[in-house]
């Protein structure tokens, strides 16, 4: 049995489209203007609007250089979506657990300058923001030791944990689940 080029090349064409055509049906809001983007779903089951959700994000990848933190993104991201899906942002606690490479993005600018070749810290401004929503951000001890940062290179509010595993099985205890992605 032939299979025509055609049908080989059309999964390729479609892939190939512009990024921004795939993300043209993302917009900001409703909760964070300026980052973590959401597109409308037609869900096959709703999210209850009366759903309780208590989520860590796990975060170890540094930022690209002058971008926001994808995964802390994410944790506002995950906010947008819930409240245009109907649930109240009361209902929606997280918490951010950094480590490794991503240490720094939990630093003051001045800090992170002196360690990235003069940089502004992207991610700053995001976290104040999603500090002002409930999320709590907690810095690995264990990775803060290892990059020489104490708890006054921290951004105003970031908690330093003993250790990320520290800081997620303490919150698992309060009922967090930690988000896989």
Known sequence: MQISRLALLLPLLIL???????????KPGPVFADFGATAPVQQSEPVAKDAIFKISFDVSTAAEPDKINRTIESAARFINMQVAAGVPEENIRLAV?????ASFDLTSQAF???HK???ENASAAAIAQLQEHGVQFYLCGQSAAAHGITNADLLPGVKMSL??????????????????F
């Open 16 to 26: 190939a489209q512009p990024a921004s055509a795939q993300m043209e049906n993302f």
């Open 97 to 101: 657990v950094v480590h490794g490479g």
């Open 112 to 114: 992170f300058a002196a």
């Open 117 to 119: 070749d003069g940089k």
């Open 163 to 180: 250790s990320a595993m520290t800081a997620h099985a303490l919150l698992q205890q309060q009922g967090y689940t930690v988000n896989p």
